[in-house]
């Protein structure tokens, strides 16, 4: 099967929440207990049992304060730093689907929380999460169970406004790459995150930390801390494959 992405293109995006449900559904997570924090996005974060969370961000402006909406979930990241981390800790608790790219974490490999902890700091988004009791990690597998089958991720298929499509790389670079030509006028300060890095391509409209602080990584106009671990890394993970 050829290399996926997903398009998200943030501009189209009403913060329905449908593709966040659509994930719980599909994925058959149960409801976690929230609070009324003054905000409607909910619940606060990702987690164990929350793979995809519509972040809803305002910002203070003239004359209205503006929203700004963010379906947040694993970038399946073209070399991913998380791999590579379980890797070099002698963790298959995550692999990539040499097909399609998905990044996808096994639910039968017990990972220590220090391992874990050294995980989710290699992600420059800030995604795995961990259920420390059970000893197994998750996040977003970019529904792999039904793209293999030929189905859209649940998130994808449920969509109502076409703010998420999903396809093969090529098709999905050349869309966002439409769209952020057409929405140049409108929005001088549209980008699209990371879109070399990522196969989970997201189209914003203004500067990324309006949207969320990881809505791209560390620092995108030089090499970011995690990226940079990652390629310290790379070169040991290999030995040990060539060893092992
Ligand atoms: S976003 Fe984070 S969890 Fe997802 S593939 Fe990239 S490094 Fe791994
Ligand atoms: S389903 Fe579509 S419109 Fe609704 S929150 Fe998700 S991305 Fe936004």
Not at 70 to 87: I, K, N
Not at 132 to 157: H, N, Q, W, Y
Not at 169 to 198: F, G, H
Not at 219 to 226: D, I, L, P, V
């Amino acid at each position: 099967m050829a290399d996926k992405s997903i398009f998200i293109d943030t501009s189209k995006c009403t913060a329905c929440r449908g593709c966040q449900v659509a994930c719980k559904q599909w994925n058959r997570l149960p409801a976690t207990k929230t609070l009324q924090r003054g905000n409607h996005q909910n619940p606060s974060d990702l987690s164990f049992f929350t793979y995809k969370v519509v972040r809803f961000n305002e910002v203070a402006g003239e004359p209205n304060p503006q929203w700004y909406f963010f379906p947040d979930q694993c970038r399946h990241c073209m070399e991913p730093p998380c791999l590579s981390t379980a890797e070099s800790l002698g963790s298959k608790a995550i692999t990539k689907d040499e097909g399609t790219g998905a990044v996808i974490y096994n639910p039968k490999v017990k990972v220590k929380v220090a391992d874990f902890k050294t995980i989710r700091e290699s992600c420059p988004y800030d995604i795995p999460r961990m259920d420390e009791k059970m000893g197994i990690m998750s996040k977003c597998t970019m529904c792999f169970d039904r793209i293999k089958e030929g189905m859209l991720p649940a998130c994808v298929k449920t969509c109502p406004t076409g703010a998420m499509s999903f396809g093969d790389r090529k098709v999905m670079i050349e869309k966002a790459t439409k769209r952020l030509e057409d929405l140049k006028n409108r929005y001088p300060e549209a980008m699209l995150a990371d879109s070399n890095d990522v196969r989970v391509i997201y189209l914003l409209t203004d500067d990324p930390k309006k949207y969320h602080k990881h809505a791209v990584a560390e620092n995108t106009a030089g090499m970011t801390r995690k990226l940079a671990l990652h390629y310290l890394l790379r070169p040991i993970i290999n030995l040990r494959r060539f060893v092992g």
